[in-house]
């Protein structure tokens, strides 16, 4: 399985460990608030607003390297901007994956990062 964060692509953004470590964490922090308007959107069945949501989490997504996430949402944003809403429900599922992974990725990054912070 493909590693949910391509570190060569976050390199060529932010080329220092430590500030990689903190964008990935506050990056968590913003798709977990782009993912809950998201959802928030689709149950309204707005697909101007969920193309918007989607477009943003593709954008910072793919600035992070986050590759697995911006496919997803990059298909989430085409489904929703031809008026595809049964579309944008089907892809949901393998951006919810992308995010679980991403997290359980990010936590065990955050702990690494944290032990390093408190031995210094």
Avoid: W
């Avoid at 031809?82 to 919810?96: C, E, T």
């Avoid at 991403?102 to 990054?109: A, C, G, K, P, R």
């Amino acid at each position: 399985m493909e590693e949910p964060i391509d570190f060569t692509e976050l390199s060529k953004v932010f080329p220092d460990g430590a500030v990689q470590t903190q964008v990935l964490l506050d990056f968590r922090s913003y798709i977990r608030t782009d993912h809950a308007k998201l959802i928030e959107m689709l149950e309204k069945n707005d697909a101007n607003k969920v193309e918007r949501a989607a477009h943003r989490m593709n954008g910072s997504s793919s600035m992070v390297g986050a590759k697995q996430l911006a496919k997803a949402c990059a298909a989430i944003e085409q489904s929703a901007r031809k008026k595809d809403m049964a579309g944008v429900k089907a892809v949901m599922a393998s951006l919810d994956e992308a995010i679980k992974q991403l997290e359980n990725f990010l936590s065990t990054l955050e702990v690494k990062y944290q032990s390093t912070i408190d031995q210094e």
